[in-house]
């Protein structure tokens, strides 16, 4: 099993539907986040979470809004998408230790979203 | 603000040959870490290397080792002896040290090909 699950794989849906991307870690890290990852541009941040609670959110859009039940799970949940919402969404997780440590992110495989 | 250059948007090496890919980067900070991600088609993105700036030895990690010039703010990733696995995308990230908790800064990535 890998340390980091996504699911779904991949994810078609209209304009108005209402869908959740999922995020599972099995590592006992303390963090978890989501990035981005859009075609010919880097990666970038959109949440963090640190002990469940939100410390980080990149100016992301409303219809973005993500749930972080506990320190092993994190949800992506998606309402009113536009087409350029289309992407890589790529769950991370790592350990933050004192004083600003933090071990290397370990990256799930992504939900290849596509907006139509 | 801190940005990460990855100049070679593809690049193609031999089966057991060596390959460089290179990546700049400005930041005003003088601590901070340098990663080095790969990205196969399963999209899961894999930490290759990390190196500190503080410290003055390139870091390796077997095959795989970088040129680290911190004047130059130059980070180049240096695979030796390529197999056919190693045929990804490769990211140059960028943390600085006390940062946002997993805020990397990313490159647009180089696309390795191995030729058999």
């Known amino acids: 099993e890998t340390g980091v699950t996504q699911t779904p794989r991949h994810l078609v849906m209209g304009m108005t539907n209402k869908k959740s991307l999922k995020c599972e870690q099995h590592l006992g890290h303390n963090a978890m986040y989501w990035y981005k990852q859009s075609a010919k541009k880097p990666l970038e941040l959109m949440f963090v979470y640190n002990f469940k609670e939100q410390t980080e959110n990149n100016s992301v859009p409303s219809r973005f809004s993500p749930e972080c039940p506990n320190s092993s799970h994190l949800f992506l949940h998606l309402h009113t998408l536009q087409p350029e919402d289309s992407a890589l969404y790529l769950c991370?997780?790592?350990?933050?230790?004192?004083?600003?440590?933090?071990?290397?992110?370990?990256f799930g495989n992504g939900t290849r979203l596509t907006v139509t | 603000a801190q940005t990460v250059t990855q100049s070679q948007p593809e690049m193609s090496v031999q089966e057991a040959e060596t390959v460089t890919l290179s990546c700049t980067y400005d930041t005003s900070e003088s601590d901070y870490y340098l990663f080095w991600y790969k990205q196969p088609p399963s999209r899961q993105m894999i930490l290759v290397i990390r190196q500190e700036a503080y410290k003055q030895q390139n870091a390796t990690e077997n095959r795989f080792s970088v040129n680290f010039q911190k004047a130059a703010k130059s980070f180049s990733l240096k695979i030796s002896d390529s197999q056919l696995g190693d045929a990804a995308m490769y990211f140059c990230a960028y943390r600085r040290v006390g940062g946002s908790q997993g805020n990397l800064i990313f490159g647009k990535g180089t696309k390795l090909s191995v030729k058999p």
């Open positions: 991370a997780s790592s350990q933050l230790y004192g004083q600003g440590g933090i071990s290397p992110l370990h």
